[in-house]
């Protein structure tokens, strides 16, 4: 006698041998939802054992359409406990085990139902044209409770479009945005931002940097107009701070004394 197949898969001729009774078969049904919806999951491992002896009988890959398969020719009075040991991509793993008797002549049905994850997208913007998108901005992303996300130690990088999607978040947990390195031109969003995951959905977080302002200082001759290269000058704010060579102040990048020398033009940019 021909093994059975499950879904495609094979069971070995020693499991079919169990069944030596006169007595009808039973059946068992397996589907798999998603946790809100209800609608059938195509995609998930299962993995079956009886309750005595603890051996495994299958496993079997969900692959119908339905999203379920039908374990028939068990024997009667047979207990199996049935367990997900790997989700479809997206989804959370329902990793409970349910335990089935089946009778002879009985169809048992058992429901697993798989919440699916969350995703975050990250805008990054000019705070003063919103619309004018930033590339090549650096975040740090974790959950709440420090566990970094991703396989770059939770650094992100935003696209040309000035977007970061993560996708496979857990749904409930709360993730914590902050930016680590500002776009070339503009001052860094030091204000991290938290958002909770929701199943099944996107949440968008929409960070703004400040452009940063610009000083040119030209030094020329009072007579001839000419340019005026090589002259120093300090430049400091009103309170007497130095400014640095990118332009922010207190910054490891400070000229000597916060003296800045013009160039062959006779031009100063302290601040680009």
Avoid at 182 to 197: E, N, W
Avoid at 216 to 245: H, M
């Amino acid at each position: 006698m021909a093994a059975p197949r499950f879904s495609g898969v094979q069971v070995r001729e020693q499991h079919r041998a169990r069944n030596k009774s006169s007595a009808p078969c039973a059946v068992m049904d397996v589907a798999l939802y998603t946790f809100f919806n209800m609608c059938a999951l195509r995609s998930g491992w299962f993995r079956i054992k009886y309750s005595s002896p603890a051996q495994t009988m299958a496993m079997i890959a969900l692959v119908s359409v339905t999203g379920s398969f039908t374990v028939s020719g068990i024997d009667p009075s047979t207990t199996l406990i049935v367990k997900e040991v790997r989700a479809k991509d997206g989804y959370i793993l329902d990793d409970v085990p349910q335990t089935a008797v089946i009778n002879a002549g009985q169809t048992v049905t058992l429901e697993f139902r798989n919440q699916p994850m969350g995703s975050l997208l990250i805008r990054k913007v000019c705070s003063v044209n919103p619309s004018v998108t930033l590339a090549n901005a650096e975040f740090k992303v974790a959950y709440s409770d420090g566990t970094l996300i991703g396989n770059s130690n939770g650094v992100y990088r935003s696209d040309e479009n000035g977007e970061v999607r993560i996708d496979g978040l857990i749904p409930g947990k709360s993730v914590v945005v902050t930016e680590t390195k500002a776009p070339a031109g503009f001052l860094i969003d030091a204000q991290s931002q938290t958002i909770v995951v929701q199943a099944g959905k996107t949440v968008t977080v929409t960070m703004k940097n400040q452009p940063r302002g610009k000083l040119i200082v030209q030094k020329r001759d009072s007579l001839t107009n000419q340019v005026l290269p090589g002259t120093q000058f300090r430049i400091t704010t009103a309170a007497g701070c130095e400014v640095g060579l990118d332009g922010v102040i207190g910054t490891a990048t400070l000229t000597s004394n916060g003296i800045f020398t013009t160039d062959s033009q006779g031009e100063l940019h302290p601040v680009k």
